[in-house]
């Protein structure tokens, strides 16, 4: 079984900064990629970033180019995201998302943690 936890949302002001982490655990855990969504109130779900785990290469929604950085530490199965120049509509739940090795979708996720910036 595996478990993902996020930490690190907050309430900040827009233009300021935010760094959300993401532990993975799990005796055989094994991930393909692992990524963020976030889901704002009255909205769907939507992807924010995803790091390839073993090549490390990244993918961001257009929303947060510039702005957010995706980033892993291998030992410890963690990944990050730097969150810069925040703005009100990036106010939502953040959710941590494993694509396990094997599986053909994003199949673990996190509890979430909110993310709220002020105007």
């Known amino acids: 079984q595996v478990q993902l936890v996020e930490s690190g949302g907050g309430l900040v002001q827009t233009g300021g900064s935010l760094r959300l982490s993401c532990t993975a655990s799990g005796r055989t855990f094994s991930a393909y990629a692992m990524g963020w969504f976030r889901q704002a109130p009255g909205k769907e779900r939507e992807f924010v970033s995803s790091i390839r785990w073993s090549r490390g290469s990244t993918n961001y929604a257009d929303s947060v180019k510039g702005r957010f950085t995706i980033s892993r530490e291998i030992r410890t199965y963690t990944i990050y995201l730097q969150m810069n120049m925040l703005k009100p509509e990036d106010t939502a739940v953040y959710y941590c998302?494993?694509?396990?090795?094997?599986?053909?979708?994003?199949?673990?996720w996190g509890q979430g943690t909110q993310v709220t910036v002020s105007s």
């Open positions: 998302a494993a694509h396990r090795t094997g599986a053909t979708e994003y199949d673990a």
